[in-house]
């Protein structure tokens, strides 16, 4: 007897719908992952703490290497207009930096100090800002999606008119340090939030 498509593909499908529901693990979105393993830092790059937008111009992190900005001093840096896409950071002191206008797709932002910097019609899609102390930044007008402020210190921040997903905008109003008002702006954080 010769088996036929449909009584072969229909025990097919059942089987592979329960692999996928009884699978032994989930994919994360990046601000959930608990540890990521990084490389080393490459201290033997003099030039290894210098902000440059992507040459290669997309939006998806692609990077002809790897951009590790790990442990760096770039504190009152101009990042207007760049794509930072694909950026590691994790000890980074950004303060009062300018990202308006720049472009931060997948980041990882963890543990850095943006204080005062400045994301006015930035677009951080699916950044993580772990950690981070992100006092007094303002995100006016930013677009935030699949944006992680686990942990992140938030007091002061500026969040007016800024596209947050539903369910990052949740996560962000439980957040214990939405609280303050923007010294530049005079904006009232949480409210800013739409929380």
Known sequence: MVATLPDVAMPLSVALSLS?????????ADGDTEKFKLPPIDRSNAARCTLKSSAIGQANAARDSLFDLRECDLRNSNARG???????????ALDNTDFTEAQISKGYLHSSSFVGADFTNAVVDRGSFTGSNLQQVIFKNAVLTGTSFKDADVEGADFTDAAIGDFDARRL??????????????????????C
């Open 20 to 28: 996928l529901l009884l699978s032994p693990g989930s994919a994360l």
């Open 173 to 194: 109003c439980k957040n214990p340090t939405l609280r303050g008002t923007n010294d530049k702006t005079g904006v009232d954080t949480r409210e800013s939030a739409g």
């Open 82 to 92: 760049m794509d930072l896409s694909g950026v590691i950071l994790e000890g980074t």
